[in-house]
C-alpha cells in the first residue's frame, strides 16, 4: 500500500504563479519529506519536516504539515519555466523504511 | 549526485535470465537502498542496506537480492528476470549516519527492460 498519497496528479500554471501540491499519509511519520524529480534523472531532496514542525521555508519553497490531517503541502511561489518536474513526497514510516507518493506532475508554461 | 554511479544506465535483457545492477558510491556513507519506479506507484523499496553484509528486505523484495561486501558498492541482481521488473532502477544513499531520519540522496537510475 501506498503511503503519501499526492494531489493533484498533474498541475499545469503559468510563469509567475504560484504551485501548490498536497499530500497525504496514512500511519504517524517520523519526518516527512519532499523530492524533484526532473525527466530522466533521479530525485532530488528538497525539504524535510519533521512531525514536531508545522512549517519550513526554503527559497520560494514552503512546506507545512498537520499531523492531525495526516497531510503536508509544498508551496513553491513565483514559478519558473525550471520548476517543470514531478514533485514527491515520502514519508518515513519507521525505523527501516520511507514510503513515496505516486507524485505531482508540474508544468510551467512560460 | 553525492557521488553515487548506477551501472549500466540502460538494459535489455530476456525473460529468465540473471541481470546485476551496479550501484556505486564514492563516500563512504553506510545506508544504501535500491528502489524501482513505476508509473502510478512512485518508488518503491527493494532492499536496504546498513552495512558490508548487512542487508534487509524492504517493500517489493520478491525475485531481487543484494549483496555488499564492501561499503561503496551495492549490487542488485535479478535472479531470473520477468517483464514484471521491467523498470526503472533508483540506487540511494543517506548522507548523515541515520536511515530514513535524513534526505535520501538518489543516482540517476537505471532502465531495465526484460523482454
Known amino acids: 500500500s501506498q503511503q503519501g498519497e499526492e494531489d493533484p496528479q498533474a498541475l499545469s500554471i503559468q510563469e509567475g504563479e504560484n504551485a501548490t501540491m498536497n499530500c497525504s499519509y496514512k500511519?504517524?511519520?517520523?519526518?516527512l519529506q519532499w523530492y524533484r524529480q526532473n525527466s530522466g534523472r533521479g530525485l532530488v531532496h528538497l525539504i524535510l519536516?519533521?512531525?514536531?514542525?508545522r512549517e519550513k521555508h526554503s527559497g520560494r519553497l514552503r512546506v507545512t504539515l498537520d499531523t492531525s490531517k495526516k497531510s503536508s503541502s509544498l508551496l513553491i511561489t513565483a514559478s519558473r519555466a525550471a520548476d517543470t518536474a514531478s514533485y514527491f513526497c515520502?514519508?518515513?514510516?519507521?525505523?527501516?523504511?520511507?514510503?513515496f507518493g505516486a507524485g505531482t506532475r508540474l508544468t510551467v508554461k512560460p | 549526485d553525492a557521488g553515487i554511479t548506477q551501472s549500466p544506465r540502460h538494459k535489455v535483457t530476456e525473460t529468465g535470465t540473471p541481470v546485476t545492477l551496479r550501484c556505486h558510491q564514492t563516500e563512504n556513507h553506510r545506508y544504501m537502498y535500491w528502489y524501482r519506479q513505476d508509473p502510478g506507484h512512485g518508488l518503491r523499496l527493494i532492499h536496504y542496506s546498513y552495512g558490508v553484509k548487512d542487508t534487509d528486505k524492504g517493500e517489493v523484495s520478491d525475485g531481487y537480492s543484494v549483496s555488499r561486501s564492501k561499503t561503496e558498492d551495492f549490487l542488485l541482481t535479478l535472479e531470473s528476470a520477468t517483464s514484471s521488473q521491467t523498470s526503472v532502477y533508483f540506487c540511494?544513499?543517506?548522507?548523515?549516519?541515520?536511515?530514513?531520519?535524513?534526505?535520501?540522496?538518489f543516482g540517476n537510475g537505471t532502465r531495465l527492460t526484460v523482454t
Open positions: 519536516i519533521r512531525s514536531n514542525e
Open positions: 515520502a514519508s518515513f514510516y519507521n525505523n527501516n523504511d520511507m514510503r
Open positions: 540511494a544513499i543517506s548522507v548523515s549516519d541515520g536511515p530514513f531520519n535524513s534526505p535520501l540522496h
Open positions: 500511519t504517524s511519520i517520523n519526518n
